[in-house]
T-cell receptor
Framework: QQQVKQSPQSLIVQKGGIPIINCAYE??????FPWYQQFPGKGPALLIA?????SEKKEGRFTISFNKSAKQFSLHIMDSQPGDSATYFC????????????FGKGTKLSVKP | NAGVTQTPKFRVLKTGQSMTLLCAQD?????MYWYRQDPGMGLRLIHY???????AKGEVPDGYNVSRLKKQNFLLGLESAAPSQTSVYFC?????????????FGQGTRLTVV
């Protein structure tokens, strides 16, 4: 049972474009939603995270939009660069400090020069 | 700044062989995790530990065992490797607060079982 559904599986944009990656969840107990970025041959690294008490969070060129009623959240990358080419994972967790991260299946982003 | 270090980085096993993957972290984190990453499957939690001497099962624990004898180390064992365990394994650690805090990942171990 997949608890976090991520789409698209892959995405190609031109430099300067705004790729958008979407995630949806069912478990209303989820209360922490991070995004991780992974470059080839490396481990994932935290990019940005949001809690459900806010609808949007920006860090540099990266923005999370959160829609609690629709149980959806998305990552937008403004002015995308070839260096942003990576695999992006959304995740969700609940259950206090013992809750574990549930990851989406990932989106492979390619930004063309 | 070593962070989370995994050894080995690559390994090829024959079906039925055993091995242990070692994870070491130097950030004094309480929580440690083992994930496996397969194409199109994302990251799936195998086992985790919330402190020295304690371990718990994750989403896909079958065929694996773990031990956390020291706070800084988390070992993942395969007693009898199977081709289905061919994967990239990632160790991670985090502060108390577990999944609500940043998880720091190692660089992964690519395991092939033939």
């Amino acid at each position: 049972q997949q608890q976090v559904k991520q789409s698209p599986q892959s995405l190609i944009v031109q430099k300067g474009g705004i790729p958008i990656i979407n995630c949806a969840y069912e478990n209303t107990a989820f209360d922490y939603f991070p995004w991780y970025q992974q470059f080839p041959g490396k481990g994932p690294a935290l990019l940005i995270a949001i809690r459900p008490d806010v609808s949007e969070k920006k860090e540099g060129r990266f923005t999370i939009s959160f829609n609690k009623s629709a149980k959806q959240f998305s990552l937008h990358i403004m002015d995308s660069q070839p260096g942003d080419s990576a695999t992006y994972f959304c995740a969700a967790s609940s259950g206090g400090s013992q809750g574990n991260l549930i990851f989406g299946k990932g989106t492979k982003l390619s930004v063309k020069p | 700044n070593a962070g989370v270090t995994q050894t080995p980085k690559f390994r090829v096993l024959k079906t039925g062989q055993s091995m242990t993957l070692l994870c070491a972290q130097d950030m004094n984190h309480e929580y440690m995790y083992w994930y496996r990453q397969d194409p199109g499957m994302g990251l799936r939690l195998i086992h985790y530990s919330v402190g020295e001497g304690t371990t718990a099962k994750g989403e896909v624990p079958d065929g694996y065992n773990v031990s956390r004898l020291k706070k800084q180390n988390f070992l993942l064992g395969l007693e009898s490797a199977a081709p289905s365990q061919t994967s990239v394994y990632f160790c991670a650690s985090s502060l108390p607060g577990g999944a609500k805090t940043e998880a720091f990942f190692g660089q992964g171990t690519r395991l092939t079982v033939v």
